[in-house]
């Protein structure tokens, strides 16, 4: 079984900064891509940010310059450093992964979501 543990939400104020982790476990042979979504109040789910075992990146052009992705792979974990933060980015962030487990067959898993709340 895998799980994906996040941690690092919260309330900050415009122009603030956070930092989100999203830590994989259980029985994980690799993971490619990690990132995160995300999803405002009466919105779609969007991709803010993800990222390759081998290092590419990709993001939201509404992020570009202010987030960074990166991860660890010996951990499992993925983050997301949040800079100039805007009341736009507020949402709950979810983190993404598609693991390749013991069984050999790849499958997407998600974070059980963490607020992000950014005041004006």
């Known amino acids: 079984q895998v799980q994906l543990v996040e941690s690092g939400g919260g309330l900050v104020q415009a ?3 956070l930092r989100l982790s999203c830590a994989a ?3 994980i042979v690799s993971i490619d ?3 995160w979504y995300r999803q405002a109040p009466g919105k779609q789910r969007e991709l803010v940010a993800s990222i390759t075992r081998g290092g590419d990146t990709n993001y939201a052009d509404s992020v ?3 987030f960074t992705v990166s991860r660890d792979n010996a951990k499992n974990t993925v983050y997301l450093q949040m800079d100039s933060l805007k009341p736009e980015d507020t949402g709950v ?3 993404y992964a598609r693991i ?4 050999l067959r790849p499958s997407d898993y998600w974070g059980q979501g963490t607020q992000v709340t950014v005041s004006s």
């Open 33 to 35: 891509p990690m990132g």
């Open 25 to 27: 476990s259980g029985s």
């Open 64 to 66: 570009k310059g202010r």
């Open 100 to 103: 390749l487990t013991t069984r």
């Open 15 to 17: 122009g603030g900064s």
């Open 93 to 95: 962030y979810y983190c």
